[in-house]
């Protein structure tokens, strides 16, 4: 149980483009999930907490009208980076906690999808 | 605030020998102590985690840790290991009620043939 999905796994765009990535937590629901993002040889940066009905929590440094963040279920969130640039090039992750009934009270721990590798040209 | 250490960047390993990853945190009370490994090019998949009880825990793939309040570690270990378990490791550390815990920048571990 506890599966977490990510599409696309990888993509590549033109500079100035959009692209949105989706998250899916496919045997649970998920009240909460949250959009991490990992350079080349670093540990993970989180970028957002997605709450479902609610705005997302951006971390500090984390434009919002850049990376937009919507949870419009308890089982999909979706991050699009607008105006994609070769800066925004990186690995974004993104996890989901259980919602409160779900698997016997795990909710401190987060499941994680696959990734996707954006290429920004 | 909490924070975690990863005192290594790279350990290399033959195969078939013992393995141990160093973690180290700080925290006032006690934590939430998660281990992820993440294959090239995917996301974390969580080995084992340490919330209270027996303080030795007992994870995926053969892996094990054990959290010692006296030294603020959380070390994992595996007694053999396989060439597959090249990957990168990652400690992280949690408090109750909240769901995000600080990571460590990763241990990557080779594995020699």
């Known amino acids: 149980g506890a599966v977490v999905s990510q599409h696309p796994s990888r993509v590549i765009c033109k500079s100035g483009t959009s692209v949105k990535i989706e998250c899916r937590s496919l045997d649970f629901q998920a009240t909460t999930m949250f959009w991490y993002r990992q350079f080349p040889k670093k540990s993970l940066m989180l970028m957002a907490t997605s709450n479902e009905g609610s705005k997302a929590t951006y971390e500090q440094g984390v434009e919002k009208d850049k990376f937009l963040i919507n949870h419009a279920s308890l089982t999909l969130s979706t991050l699009t980076v607008t105006s994609a640039h070769p800066e925004d090039s990186s690995f974004y992750i993104c996890s989901a906690v259980p919602s409160e009934r779900e698997l016997g009270g795990t909710q401190e721990t987060q499941y994680f999808g696959p990734g996707t590798r954006l290429l920004v040209l | ?113």
Not at chain 2, 25 to 51: D, E
């Open chain 2, 1 to 113: 605030a909490q924070s975690v250490t990863q005192p290594d960047i790279h350990i290399t390993v033959s195969e078939g020998a013992s393995l141990e990853l160093r973690c180290n945190y700080s925290y006032g009370a006690t934590p939430y102590l998660f281990w992820y490994v993440q294959s090239p090019g995917q996301g974390l998949q969580l080995l084992l985690k340490y919330f209270s009880g027996d303080t030795l825990v007992q994870g995926i793939k053969g892996f094990e840790a054990e959290f010692k309040r006296s030294q603020s570690s959380f070390n994992l270990r595996k007694p053999s290991v396989h060439w597959s378990d090249a990957a990168e490791y990652f400690c992280a550390v949690g408090v109750q009620g909240s769901y995000i815990p600080t990571f460590g920048r990763g241990t990557s571990l080779i594995v020699h043939p």
